[in-house]
């Protein structure tokens, strides 16, 4: 039985890091985009616009953005790979922590990986 909840965790967070990279293509090019509009608008003789550091800091913001999702898709990775081969327990409850907060999937998938490797069958297979 815990082996298949552990199988069943690590797809699970595979899943989950697949779609934080969709997600983390999206946000950069809607970045892009924005940063291309607010650029050209600031160029734009006889309008009110905003500076054209607006367009520069929607880019470097979204940029960050897109940086930090990809470093969370990895952890993601990272865990799927650590609860299959069972070793940094306390690693996998610290990304499951995380996880809890995109919520609704994550959090799902957060409570349940906590449920599963705060067993003590469990704990003792990570020694």
């Not at 690590?10 to 985009?33: D, H």
């Amino acid at each position: 039985m815990d082996d298949e909840n552990l199988r069943l965790l690590r797809i699970g967070y595979f899943i989950s890091a697949g779609l934080t990279l969709v997600v983390s293509v999206f946000a950069l090019l809607y970045t892009f985009l924005f940063s291309f509009v607010f650029m050209q608008i600031a160029k734009t003789p006889g309008t009110p616009a905003p500076p054209e550091f607006v367009g520069r800091l929607i880019g470097v913001f979204g940029v960050c953005l897109f940086l930090l999702l990809i470093g969370i898709a990895v952890l993601k990775v990272l865990t799927g790979q650590r609860l299959k081969e069972r070793r940094s327990r306390t690693f996998c409850l610290v990304i499951a922590g995380f996880t809890c907060l995109s919520i609704p999937y994550g959090t799902f998938l957060g409570v349940c990986t906590f449920l599963v490797l705060l067993r003590p069958s469990v704990q003792r297979s990570f020694k």
